[in-house]
């Protein structure tokens, strides 16, 4: 009699590893390109913000010597970093340092304070202020620019400091992304420090502010980059030299008949310098905000 022996048992599959290599290979690239993207423009006005003049730049431009530089200077920095003259960078870039030190600490002041009143104050209407608050961040700031310069010319604040400053330091925006912090903060800290005898300030003050620097730091950054990058405002605003900022003196290479981009880089370099360092310094913070914000939302 003939025995019929069945299959053996089956070998165990290797699981093929390959979809997900090809997988991690697609992701890194696209990152790689993303970050070329990104980058290579700010590459790109460094290199060529220490070339020797703005014919060398023209003639790289256009091919991959315009992201290399054989002889780098210096010189560009030094015609622009000057506090007299017909262009005086320097006194522009103190001009915009003064700008934005003061609206971010207005800023960041202001609109905590208006934040806490609104998320634990006693304040009629609150919903209705809330509303027109959400309601005033949707309206263009282009829109309101002529009435707005029509209030400062007529109370005299043209061609100042103030004039840039005042109009940017509240905004709905700040206060409503500072009351949305607030109003998480458990009620029992509020009750422990009135007991204590803490008055509304004192409260909004040594409890609030101390635990709500992730909220701060990330106003402060956004405040600072929006007051950093205006153009139009103080371009509007300012005739003189006196207050007038970096970013409207860039401008000033870029004539009608001739175009200076050797020293509009070394400027534009200079320009982002500070506010580079500025966002390295709330860095932690603002990660740990948006952080925050993503979990809980």
Do not use: C
Request: proline fraction near 7%.
């Amino acid at each position: 009699m003939t025995t019929i022996s069945g299959p053996g048992p089956l070998a165990p599959r290797t699981p093929s590893r390959l979809p997900r290599d090809w997988t991690a290979v697609i992701k890194f690239v696209a990152v790689l390109i993303l970050a070329l993207v990104i980058v290579s423009p700010l590459f790109l006005l460094v290199v060529a913000s220490l070339k020797a003049d703005r014919f060398q730049i023209l003639a790289d431009m256009g091919s991959f010597r315009a992201f290399w530089v054989s002889d780098p200077t210096l010189q560009n920095f030094r015609e622009v970093w000057t506090f007299s003259g017909a262009l005086p960078f320097g006194r522009y870039l103190l001009n915009s340092l003064v700008i934005l030190f003061v609206t971010v600490l207005g800023g960041v002041f202001l609109n905590s304070m208006a934040a806490f009143v609104l998320a634990w104050g006693r304040l009629p209407g609150r919903a209705i202020i809330l509303t027109a608050l959400i309601g005033l961040y949707i309206v263009p700031q282009e829109s309101i620019v002529l009435p707005l310069l029509t209030i400062i010319n007529r109370v005299g604040l043209s061609d100042s400091f103030a004039a840039q400053i005042l109009p940017f330091m509240a905004s709905p925006l700040y206060i409503f992304l500072i009351y949305q912090f607030f109003i998480q903060i458990p009620r029992d800290i509020y009750d422990a420090a009135t007991v204590d005898g803490a008055g509304p300030f004192r409260i909004y003050w040594s409890v609030f502010l101390p635990i709500s620097l992730p909220v701060l730091a990330t106003v402060a950054i956004l405040l600072g980059i929006e007051t950093w990058n205006q153009y139009l405002w103080p371009l509007m605003v300012t005739q003189t030299d006196r207050a007038r900022p970096i970013s409207v003196g860039i401008a000033s290479f870029f004539g009608h008949d001739s175009i200076y981009w050797n020293s509009a880089m070394a400027a534009s370099v200079m320009m982002m310098i500070p506010v580079l360092i500025f966002y390295l310094a709330f860095q932690k913070w603002f990660v740990s905000s948006f952080i925050s914000s993503a979990v809980k939302g």
